[in-house]
Nanobody, 122 residues
Framework: VHLVESGGGMVQAGGSLSLACAAS????MGWFRQAPGKGQEFVAA????????YYADHAKGRFTISRDKAEQTVFLQMSSLKPEDTASYYC????????????????????WGQGTQVTVSS
């Protein structure tokens, strides 16, 4: 499975960015991020069957995960960005369904993209 992220870049605080990940439909598709010197952090996930969505507390109300069924692409729309959102963002997929309690765990996802950098300046 080959995942390709796109859409990263630099934006001022308060701005918006949209990330995309080309991935054939999978059971679960998620976004994680990793800031310099820190571990990977869950951002959001979406189920492939019913489009149920899951968000980390830091993403709720600001980020939206969605899926284009025809294009087999998962998106992460980010708004009201803060400097602390600066990180490399990674798309991840699972070929099996994940229980709600495990959606935030990196070990639940089998395939990962190469990452795309998001930099938010103050």
């Amino acid at each position: 499975v080959h995942l390709v992220e796109s859409g990263g870049g630099m934006v001022q605080a308060g701005g918006s960015l949209s990330l995309a990940c080309a991935a054939s439909r999978r059971a679960f598709m998620g976004w994680f991020r990793q800031a310099p010197g820190k571990g990977q952090e869950f951002v959001a996930a979406i189920r492939g069957d019913d489009d149920s969505t899951y968000y980390a507390d830091h993403a709720k109300g600001r980020f939206t995960i969605s899926r284009d069924k025809a294009e087999q692409t998962v998106f992460l729309q980010m708004s009201s960005l803060k400097p602390e959102d600066t990180a490399s963002y990674y798309c991840a997929v699972s070929t099996t369904y994940i229980s709600t309690s495990l959606t935030t765990s990196t070990t639940s996802y089998e395939y990962w993209g190469q990452g795309t950098q998001v930099t938010v300046s103050s």
